[in-house]
Structure formats: structure tokens, C-alpha cells
């Protein structure tokens, strides 16, 4: 149980602005100095602070980590290449050259995933020096509507603005947060949850949202060469288990770890099982 007001906290840290190509900021934190890099990626509507739980956990065990916020996320603005897919997959090529990152370990939440995987097909050179393997965390390849009603419902409501609303409404608040949650969920979760997706700007991602359902890269997976190991939790209902069961076939050298009872936002339900699994995987 966290006490109210636990995971609002802001994650300290050495502080950049990494200026993309296309005129992006991307703002940036690195903690930690170990020799081993992990580089945490969050998911849609969050910011970095959905790591404020496992970064000091892992800065603990002995690692640098960098986190960053997403494109048009938080502290970070959007460039003339505007959002998509491959613009947003373009800043995580400019995060690890910025901080000259080598053989790390890169953590993808969600949309973080996605756009991991999206990375990792569109500059495959990532994987020879940068990358060394892969934690992709509740998430998916594209497809994020097939056989999912609660996705058919929500990002529609999502980009019409209206769901915003909405969940202003305490009541609706909760029933929202608890909807992308797994079983029994922590109130302080639900709540953190729901105030950090408010305060995003969701008509500028409408874009990404769009982009969820459109694209798939199910076909190109075998391509990512690193280790991978895939995360869910058993409530999941965002990213239901044909979305893991096909990332741990189609990707080589894939490990699937399900976490019962848990759901989609394991970075606060259940941190410490993410915690184990990356330095497992890190070594």
C-alpha cells in the first residue's frame, strides 16, 4: 500500500534538454553511475515520473539510468516532424546518442514498448552497440483494437475530447483508473494515475493514438536480435495475452513473465517484479 502523496514524487537527477533534429526538446534525467545503463521509456499519457518507484530502486542496485519524457509528454515539446510513430522512435535514437549510451538495457512501458520496437526495426545499428536487450513491459506491436472492446471504447472517447471531461468527475475518475488497473487496485495508484493522464495535452497525441490501431509490426519482429523479456500482468486489459503470446513467438530469444492479478500499470502496481526482471535480464 503506498501512503497518499508517495507517487507524486519527482524523480532527482542530472537534468537535459536533448534537442532532436527536427527541433524537438526532449527532456531528460540521468541518475545514477553505475556501468550498466538502463533507459526507461514510459507509456501514453504518463510522464517520467510513472518511474519515480523503480529508478531509485535500480539506481540502489548499482545502475545509470536515464529516463526521459516522451514527445509532446510533460516537460517535452513537439518538433516540426509533429507526432507519429516514426518521429517519436527518432527520440529515442537521439536520447541514447546524446548520452552516448552503450550496450544498455532499454525498458519500454506500454506505448513505451511500441515505440521501443519501433526504434529498434527502423535503425537496426541500435542493436549492434546501443542495445543490448530489452524489457518491453504491458505492451504491444500495434493492433491495439483487434478482439479489445475497452480500447474500441476508450481511445474514441480519448480523442474526442470527451473521456477528458469525464474523468473529471471523481466518481468517473476512479472507475477510469481502476479500468486500466488489475485486481483490487491501490487507491493512491488509481488516483496518481488518473491526475497524471489529465493534465497531458491528448488532442496533440491524437496522432499516436491513432497510430496504435493502424500500424502493426508483428510481421517485422523477428528482426529485433537482442534478448527480450516480456512483461504482463494476468488483469491486463489494455494489452491482453495474444499481444504477449505473439511478441514472445515472433521475437527470437524472448522470455514471458506474467505477474498475477496485476494490470497495466505495473510500474506502480507491482515494482519491485519489474525491478527483479530487469536486473535479471541485465546481469
Known sequence: MYE??????????????????DGTKIYSI??????????????????????????????????????????????????????????????YKSVFEFYNVQNATLVG????????????LTYPEMLKTRIKNCVLMATFAGD???NNFQNRLQIPLIKSGVLLNLIKIKAIGNAFGKSILGENP???????????????????????LEAFGNESYYDKLHKITVP?????????KTTPPFHTEDLVKLIPNTKKVVIPRKGHGLNWEAPESIVKEIIALVG
Request: proline share 3%; net charge neutral.
Open 4 to 21: 497518499p502523496g508517495s507517487l507524486s514524487k519527482t524523480i532527482e537527477g542530472n537534468e537535459n534538454i536533448i534537442s532532436t533534429p
Open 30 to 91: 540521468e541518475v545514477g553511475k553505475g556501468e550498466k545503463t538502463i533507459v526507461l521509456a514510459h507509456g501514453y499519457g504518463m510522464t517520467n515520473q510513472e518511474w519515480n518507484i523503480i529508478a531509485p530502486q535500480l539506481v540502489e542496485a548499482g545502475y545509470r539510468v536515464i529516463i526521459f519524457d516522451q514527445r509532446g509528454h510533460g516537460k517535452s515539446s513537439i518538433g516540426k516532424d509533429g507526432i507519429s510513430s516514426a518521429s517519436m522512435a527518432s527520440d
Open 109 to 120: 512501458h506500454s506505448m513505451g514498448g511500441f515505440l521501443a520496437m519501433k526504434a529498434m
Open 144 to 146: 491495439v483494437n483487434k
Open 186 to 208: 491501490d487507491n493512491e495508484v488509481v488516483r496518481c494515475f488518473v491526475e497524471g493522464f489529465k493534465i497531458q495535452n491528448h488532442k496533440a497525441l491524437i496522432p499516436i
Open 228 to 236: 527480450c523479456t516480456v512483461v504482463i500482468g494476468s488483469s491486463d
